[in-house]
């Protein structure tokens, strides 16, 4: 569909002129006003970005919805925007998550209401440009905008090391993309003076350059991702988040590090890609294997899930360099069902956070007795976590696993230990949070979710039980881009 | 003999500042304590005069005047107007600051009028003496706006410091250029570039000219390891005077680099590019990492300066049109960014208090969330996040770089520009994430409100739609003599 409607902009955009509109409302007298503009915007990204999915062309690897207008000339930069079957599920796990984190924080926040919900829907259509945009400067103003927001959102709201995290989260990332800004002049150079992500993929490049173009693409996406060694920023950040920045984080952010190997590393620099991989499929299994035994012993909620954030992302790398199409759609599954799993798993924590005002496991113990509900609730999302069968998280790992037996038993093997330990990490958690004797007065005190929370949590329980259980229209909707990047891929370049 | 009075035609911008900063002396003379803002008026009634001026006389051709001392092209009369922006945003920042102080006197302005002056002539000069005369003009007036409290220790130890190691740099400059001048035999920037192309002039001489020449210029763009002055004379002066020299001098140095290395010594280019390359290296290392040990906020940003200068040093290593115009973009930038800067510092300041430690900064979000907004878009802007005016800043210096082969430069730039990042986040840390430690009101005129608030909204703005400026840069570039 090719209609002369601007829908993708206007998905972009929508959101941030309601978050100019939140911040607007000013001081916390206004809160309610903020609540309120905050969730209409929030919806109605929502709403028009359903359109995108309906309209959507399955049969066709093309971008579609282009939208492009010169941008500034003196570099030859365009406003050029686009979707294909890989940037649109994430477009919509986005556009879904913003209403559910603005309803998250709906009485948690007291303070700065404004700048809270601005700044998460701010942030949403910015997010929304990372993955729409075609041209590679405005990719790089998106990608790095995304952090403005995301440091507030920690520094100001988040627990008491906040500063730390905020600011370790902020130059990690800085890191990675300021080499990817290098890169990506350099390609500019070399194709003549283009910004347009698209010609950079039919770009010849030499050997040489192609590793090192590799290299300063690998830094910044693996920070973002985030890879063994360099996941060090995630569980500092994750633990003095806010909720909804957790959320935010796990669900989307960690998204665009592996959205980021789809439309750069792979494409552009094919040979330096398959050369590479095995050190990047060592990196993904380490992280599989190494970050799931350190989930085990986590004291801390909120980190043990950002551990085993860090465990599933392996997973979608992994894929990824695994050159065919159960690998590739395997991680893309994954991407999206590790969204839903680890925004609930983070919402589950923080309904006990917001209860207890503590994220230690030792503080819990038999909260079934006061909690049923919410304790039925955590179990399914505990064990979708965990890889179930029939839960969104196995389907995406079932297929990486049958990517890798193709290339390497061991592979497929190491891999696949993770439903072991992936069980082993998350059930434990559980039973000690949930189960046993009432651990303590305050646990006693405890009352169980309220109607807002029980929305929240039905919403994404249908999501993950439906994904797991019909895969389908998601892999339906990727599978023709998947299909012409492989084809893309095993052609060399030099 | 005939006397044929030169054209003054091109200058006349220059001429009537001259007469406007007698007027303003005379008129503060007679208008007594009670009216000291007609100095202040007129004074902005000269720039805006001079603004006038320059642009009715603007056009594309080439005019030269003096027996060929004194040049009117593009570039100049763009540049001077973005110095009288600059000038004047820099009056109405500092007016209630310096009335404060007690400083709101006739002389406040003359000086600033007589740098502006120096300004235009280093932009407009042709010829060594001019350009001279021109840097002389202004540093004096620096010099004693610097000392104009003179019952304050620390600002006369800043002059006196910024005086001696100014006068030092001049008479390198001037060595320098003597050495060329007994290489060539000229002092006529256009003739210089032919008589070295011919290659009638001795090269060893010519190239130790070059050496002092540039130690000359990196002196007064404070670039590395010619930097020591800036940290002490920027804690030192007055905030209002070190808001004036962090701004708009850059703007006439960025004239005066492109008159003498670019227009006169284009050609030695192969032999002042390893010269910049190691000024810029040095000058944005030493820079950011000393920026992180600063806790007061004039000394960060001074060596923030420091750092930014390398930046725009390395705009002039590629030697084309492409890397001179992103220099310009950058300096435009970076003014735009330390106007906004320092006056953010003014508005914590209160009768009585001076805030100069970042510590000031502790709480701003609270106290005033706009103004902590504006200090949040001036901060990433600084270090160079997108979409702010300071990303296309380094985005179009960088391209430059990498245009030219330096793709190693580049990658050391943006390491170095990560380290920078930490200290701009440290002031948002502060301003966000801390608790205030008075809740004083924040409360400024409404014009500083207006100007500061458009300050903030241009670096947000001009970051989003950078392509009218980049075009601008070029123009001027394109068009210079």
Not at chain 1, 127 to 136: I, K, P
Not at chain 1, 401 to 417: C, E, N, R
């Amino acid at each position: 569909m090719s209609s002369g409607f601007p829908l993708l902009s206007l998905i972009i955009w929508l959101p941030i002129v309601f978050g100019v509109a939140v911040f607007a409302t000013g001081s916390d007298r206004n809160a309610a006003l903020a609540r309120w503009i905050a969730l209409v915007g929030s919806l109605l990204g929502f709403l028009i970005a359903i359109p995108l999915g309906n309209g959507f062309d399955t049969t066709t690897s093309a971008m579609q919805f282009t939208e492009s207008y010169p941008w500034f000339e003196r570099f030859n930069v365009n406003y050029h925007i686009g979707i294909d079957g890989i940037s649109m599920p994430l477009i919509l796990l986005n556009c879904f998550f913003t209403p559910i984190v603005v309803m998250a924080g709906w009485e948690v926040i007291k303070e700065r209401v404004s700048q809270y919900m601005g700044a998460f829907l701010v942030m949403s259509g910015i997010v929304n440009g990372v993955f729409a945009s075609l041209d590679a400067v405005l990719f790089y103003v998106f990608w790095e905008a995304s952090l403005i927001p995301m440091f507030l959102i920690i520094g100001i709201w988040g627990g008491p090391n906040r500063v730390y995290a905020a600011i370790k989260f902020f130059l990690y990332t800085l890191l990675g993309s300021l080499l990817m800004l290098v890169a990506l002049i350099y390609l500019y150079q070399t194709s003549g003076g283009s910004f347009s992500i698209l010609d950079y993929h039919q770009l010849p490049i030499p050997f040489t350059p192609q590793i090192l173009i590799f290299i300063a693409f690998f830094l910044a996406f693996a920070v973002k991702v985030p890879m063994w060694p360099v996941h060090t920023w995630l569980p500092d950040a994750h633990v003095e988040a806010p909720t909804g920045g957790s959320v935010i984080l796990a669900a989307i952010l960690l998204k665009l590090g592996g959205y980021g190997f789809l439309r750069f590393a792979l494409p552009i620099t094919p040979d330096a890609s398959h050369y590479l991989a095995s050190t990047v499929i060592a990196l993904s299994l380490i992280a599989v294997v190494y970050i799931g035994l350190i989930a085990l012993m986590q004291a801390d909620m909120k980190k043990l899930i950002a551990y085993s954030s860090v465990a599933h992302m392996g997973f979608v790398t992994l894929g990824f360099f695994l050159f065919n199409a159960y690998g590739i759609e395997g991680a893309m599954v994954q991407m999206i069902s590790h969204g839903f799993i680890s925004g609930a798993m983070f919402l589950c924590v923080g309904v006990l956070y917001d209860r207890l005002h503590s994220r230690q496991i030792a503080d819990y113990g038999g909260v079934v007795n006061k909690m049923p509900v919410f304790a039925a609730f955590f179990m399914l999302f505990a064990m979708a976590n965990a890889g179930l069968p029939g839960t969104s998280g196995f389907v995406g790992e079932f297929m990486v696993i049958m990517g890798s037996i193709k290339i390497s038993f061991w592979y497929a093997f190491l891999a696949a230990t993770t439903l072991i330990t992936g069980a082993a990490y998350t059930l434990w958690m559980y039973k000690r949070v949930i189960f046993g004797a009432v651990a303590s007065p305050a646990v006693e005190g405890l009352e169980d979710i309220s109607k807002r929370e029980f929305a929240i949590l039905t919403i994404l329980a249908i999501f993950v039980l439906w994904f797991g259980l019909y895969p389908y229209p998601l892999t339906d909707v990727m599978h023709a881009s998947v299909d012409h990047l492989l084809n893309h891929v095993s052609n060399s370049k030099l | 003999m005939n006397f044929i009075p030169p054209d003054f035609a091109p200058a006349s911008s220059e001429i009537f500042i001259l007469i406007m900063v007698c007027v303003v002396m005379l008129a503060d003379l007679g208008a007594g304590e009670s009216r000291r803002y007609v100095a202040y008026l007129l004074t902005q009634m000269a720039l805006l005069g001079c603004a006038i001026l320059t642009f009715l006389s603007f056009s594309t051709d080439v005019s030269q005047t003096f027996s060929g001392m004194f040049v009117d092209d593009a570039m100049a009369d763009i540049l001077k107007l973005m110095v009288y922006g600059t000038v004047a945003a820099v009056l109405i920042y500092s007016h209630s600051y310096i009335e404060d102080r007690g400083m709101l006197r006739g002389e406040f302005f003359s000086l600033i009028l007589f740098a502006t002056l120096g300004m235009m002539v280093m932009i407009s000069a042709s010829h060594f003496l001019t350009l001279y005369i021109g840097l002389e003009l202004l540093s004096l007036s620096l010099y004693a706006l610097v000392a104009l409290r003179r019952d304050s220790v620390v600002a006369t130890e800043a002059a006196m410091k910024f005086f001696v190691l100014g006068a030092l740099a001049s008479g390198f400059l001037l060595y320098g250029m003597s050495m060329v001048y007994g290489a060539t035999g000229t002092l006529h920037v256009t003739q210089l570039a032919q008589i070295i192309q011919s290659e009638a002039s001795s090269r060893e001489v010519l190239v130790v000219g070059l050496v002092f020449i540039v130690a000359g210029i990196s002196f007064k763009l404070s670039a590395a390891p010619f930097h020591m002055w800036a940290p002490d004379v920027y804690e030192g002066s007055p905030t209002a005077v070190t808001l004036f020299i962090g701004s708009a001098p850059k703007l006439a140095a960025f004239g005066f680099v492109m008159r003498l290395l670019i227009e006169g010594l284009g050609e030695m280019a192969a032999d002042w590019q390893g010269m910049l390359v190691i000024l810029a290296v040095m000058s944005m290392a030493i820079g950011n990492i000393a920026a992180i040990a600063q806790t007061n906020v004039k000394r960060m940003l001074a060596y923030s300066t420091i750092s930014h200068m390398g930046f725009v040093l390395l705009g002039f290593i590629s030697a084309d049109s492409n890397g001179y115009s992103s220099a310009l973009f950058y300096v435009f930038a970076y003014v735009l960014m330390t106007l906004g800067s320092f006056a953010v510092i003014m508005l914590l300041c209160r009768y009585g208090f001076e805030a100069e430690n970042i510590s000031d900064f502790k709480g701003l979000s609270k106290r005033n969330a706009w103004y902590a907004f504006v200090t949040l878009l001036l901060m990433l802007s600084l270090a160079g996040i997108p979409p702010m005016i300071g990303f296309y800043a380094k985005f179009a210096v960088l391209q430059a770089v990498i245009n030219a082969g330096y793709i190693e430069l580049a990658i050391v730039a943006v390491l170095l520009s990560l380290i920078g990042a930490f200290y701009y986040l440290r002031i948002i840390k502060l301003m966000y994430f801390d608790d205030p430690e008075t809740d004083e009101p924040i409360l400024p005129n409404s014009d500083v409100k207006i100007l500061l608030s458009a300050n903030g909204f241009a670096v947000l703005l001009l970051g989003i739609f950078p392509q009218a400026l980049m075009g601008l840069s070029l123009y001027a570039i394109q068009n210079s003599m």
